[in-house]
Every structure is written in structure tokens, then in C-alpha cells.
């Protein structure tokens, strides 16, 4: 087989201390950039993978403050709505209690002004029958051409009221 070698033009002691200086500078690369190398993309897998599980949960934390953003929209939502209730129950309430107190106090004034024309009735009944009697007394005198007693003169007055 030396011969072969020999033959192709080639020194089988020069090929195996090419063959060790290259299995050194392959164990060389191995160690000083192979290794580095490797341990430089597993660290940038790392980083990536970190960065895509914190991208997932930031759009999952993301989602959930959403539903929590709506969850808290929709109670504000139904708390505007019964204030809004409370608040149109509360105008109806104060609504019939004006209107009733504005009825009470209308027929408080209806009661006070038939009391006072009640009153005015009554006082001008009284001016009507002093004046009758006024004149009665007057008429009976000119007719009778005398002046009866007081006692006859107010026997006479109520009679004639009372006819009338």
C-alpha cells in the first residue's frame, strides 16, 4: 500500500501529520468556536422562546384586562342606569307629592275664600235685614202715624222678615 501511496504522489508520513494537525485544529475549533458558537445560538433560542412566552402572556394579560375593562364598563353601564332609575322614581315621587301638595293648598284657598264669601254672605244678609227692618220701622210709622214701643216695633220687623 505504500507503493499505491507512493505511486499517486503521496508521502503517508506527511498525510498522517496533516491528518493529526487537522484532527488538532478541528478539536481547537471545537472548543474555541464550535462550542462558543453553539452556546451563543442556544442562548439567542433562549432569548427568542423568553421573548415569544412573554409576548403570549403579555397578549393574554392583554385580553384579560379587556374583559376586565369591559366587565367594568358593563357595571358602570348598569349602575349609570339604576342611578338613572332612581333618580326618575325619585322626580315621579317629588312630582305627585307637588301636585298634591299644590291640591291641598288649592282647596285650602277654595275652602278660606267660601268661608269668607260665606261670611260676606252672612254680613250682608245682616246689613240687608238691618236695613229692612230700617225701613219697615220707617213705613209702619208713616202708616200708623205713631211710634209704637220699641218691643211692638221689633214684633212687627220679624214678622215682615219672616214672610219674606
Known amino acids: 500500500m505504500s507503493e499505491l501511496l507512493t505511486s499517486l504522489g503521496i508521502d503517508w508520513r506527511l498525510f498522517i501529520a496533516q491528518l493529526i494537525n487537522f484532527t488538532i485544529l478541528l478539536i481547537v475549533l471545537y472548543k474555541f468556536v464550535y462550542k462558543p458558537v453553539l452556546g451563543i445560538?442556544?442562548?439567542r433560542s433562549e432569548k427568542i422562546a423568553k421573548g415569544?412566552?412573554?409576548?403570549?402572556n403579555s397578549q393574554k394579560k392583554l385580553q384579560e384586562?379587556?374583559?376586565?375593562?369591559k366587565k367594568v364598563l358593563t357595571e358602570a353601564k348598569k349602575q349609570a342606569n339604576e342611578i338613572i332609575k332612581k333618580a326618575?322614581?325619585?322626580?315621579q315621587v317629588n312630582k305627585e307629592e307637588l301636585i298634591k301638595k299644590a291640591q291641598?293648598?288649592?282647596?285650602?284657598?277654595?275652602q278660606k275664600a267660601k268661608k269668607t264669601a260665606e261670611a260676606q254672605k252672612e254680613k250682608m244678609m245682616a246689613d240687608v235685614k238691618k236695613e229692612i227692618s230700617s225701613l219697615v220701622s220707617v213705613a209702619v210709622e208713616k202708616i200708623i202715624d205713631e211710634k209704637l214701643d220699641a218691643?211692638?216695633?221689633?214684633?212687627?220687623?220679624n214678622e215682615v222678615i219672616n214672610k219674606q
Do not use: F, M, P, T
Not at 326618575?88 to 322626580?91: P, R
Not at 291641598?104 to 277654595?110: D, L, M, N, T, Y
Open 41 to 43: 445560538l442556544d442562548e
Open 52 to 56: 415569544l412566552e412573554d409576548a403570549e
Open 65 to 69: 384586562i379587556e374583559e376586565k375593562e
Open 88 to 91: 326618575e322614581d325619585q322626580a
Open 104 to 110: 291641598e293648598e288649592s282647596e285650602k284657598i277654595i
Open 151 to 157: 218691643q211692638k216695633d221689633e214684633q212687627i220687623i
